[in-house]
C-alpha cells in the first residue's frame, strides 16, 4: 500500500464513521455533527503526517487526505440533505 492511502486512512476512517453516524441515527443537528467529524478528520491527519517525521510530500500528503475527508463530508452532507431535509 503506498504512503499516501496508509497515512490517509485513519483521518478517513474518522470521517466516514462520524457521517454514517450522524445520518443514520438522524440527528436534528447533522450539520453540526458532520462539520465537527471533518473538523477531527484533519487535526487528525496532521497529527498523522508529523508523527511520520518525513518532510518529503508533506503537503501533498495532506492535501490528499484534506480532500479526501471534504469529499467524504460532501457525500454525507448531500445524503443527509436528502433523507432528514433542512429542518
Known amino acids: 500500500m503506498p504512503r499516501r492511502i496508509a497515512s490517509a486512512l485513519p483521518s478517513w476512517i474518522v470521517a ?9 441515527f438522524g440527528f436534528a443537528q447533522w450539520a453540526a455533527v ?6 477531527a ?19 501533498n500528503r495532506l492535501a490528499f487526505t484534506t480532500a479526501g475527508s471534504l469529499v467524504i463530508g ?5 445524503v443527509a440533505l436528502a433523507r432528514n431535509g433542512l429542518g
Open 41 to 59: 478528520s484533519l487535526v487528525l491527519s496532521f497529527v498523522v503526517q508529523l508523527s511520520m517525521q518525513r518532510k518529503q510530500g508533506l503537503v
Open 34 to 39: 458532520i462539520s465537527s467529524t471533518i473538523g
Open 16 to 24: 466516514i464513521a462520524g457521517t454514517v453516524f450522524a445520518v443514520t
Open 74 to 78: 460532501a457525500v454525507g452532507i448531500v
